[in-house]
């Protein structure tokens, strides 16, 4: 069974930074873009950041841009994405997502096809 677990999400002071993980099991993704995305209550889902299979190309929404830097661990398996200079906008569940062995990034969910549980992230003013 395939498994993204994602950590390191709390409750935050506006200016201040997070760090969040995403551990995969049961498969390797080392050949796969994967993704952040975040939800906000009564928004819809949109994706933050994403990178490729090799961690040499990214993308980022506009509002993240400068803040949030999404990276690849070692082994190309984990990802991260650390965000800094957090704003109250940023209130959200943050999910991790990976498309399956294809390696070019993408913002679009339906491209991704293993999705973690999410973890919350709250940013207070």
């Known amino acids: 069974q395939v498994e993204l677990v994602e950590s390191g999400g709390g409750l935050v002071q506006a200016g201040g930074s997070l760090r969040l993980s995403c551990v995969p099991s049961g498969r390797t993704f080392s050949d796969s873009a994967m993704g952040w995305f975040r939800q906000a209550p009564g928004k819809e889902r949109e994706s933050v950041a994403a990178i490729n299979w090799s961690g040499r190309s990214t993308y980022y929404t506009d509002s993240v841009k400068g803040r949030f830097t999404i990276s690849r661990g070692t082994a190309k398996n984990t990802v991260y994405l650390q965000m800094n200079s957090l704003k109250s906008e940023d209130t959200a569940i943050y999910y991790c997502?990976?498309?399956?062995?294809?390696?070019?990034?993408?913002?679009?969910?339906?491209?991704?096809?293993?999705w973690g549980q999410g973890t919350q992230v709250t940013v207070s003013s």
């Open positions: 997502a990976a498309r399956r062995g294809i390696g070019v990034v993408s913002s679009v969910d339906r491209d991704y096809v293993y």
